[in-house]
């Protein structure tokens, strides 16, 4: 279950990345090199974001959230995969900011919003 979707989150990136390499440096991606050859030597911030969270998914971090530990929402990830935040701790840090880290208040507050 959660590796199919992280699965289809790694095409995402892989192909939003194929994207911007072809659009911003004409430069088409051979499928039988590792993507990460083509971005080492990039210094764009969208790349390096596309990459860092590549490289969350090979540690099996991707997609946790760093508040509650959670899964992020998957749309949340594909408008910003860099994301390390799930929707409902998003909310709550703009709703109280300031009991982002009051622990178990944060913690009920968000496995309430789980589905
Ligand atoms: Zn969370």
């Not at 997609?63 to 992020?72: D, E, F, K, R, T």
Request: hydrophobic residues 35%; proline residues 3%.
């Amino acid at each position: 279950m959660r590796n199919s979707w992280v699965a289809v989150a790694q095409r995402h990136l892989e192909r939003e990345i194929r994207k911007i390499l072809r659009d911003d440096y004409a430069i088409e991606v051979d499928s039988e090199m590792p993507i990460r050859y083509y971005l080492d030597f990039k210094n764009n911030e969208r790349l390096i974001e596309l990459k860092e969270a590549l490289d969350r998914i090979e540690r099996g971090k991707f997609g946790v959230c760093l508040s509650c530990g959670g899964p992020i929402e998957l749309v949340l990830l594909k408008s910003s995969p860099g994301d390390r935040f799930c929707s409902s701790c998003l909310n709550s840090m703009h709703f109280s900011r300031g009991r982002h880290h009051d622990g178990h208040a944060h913690l009920e507050m968000t496995f309430t919003h789980q589905f």
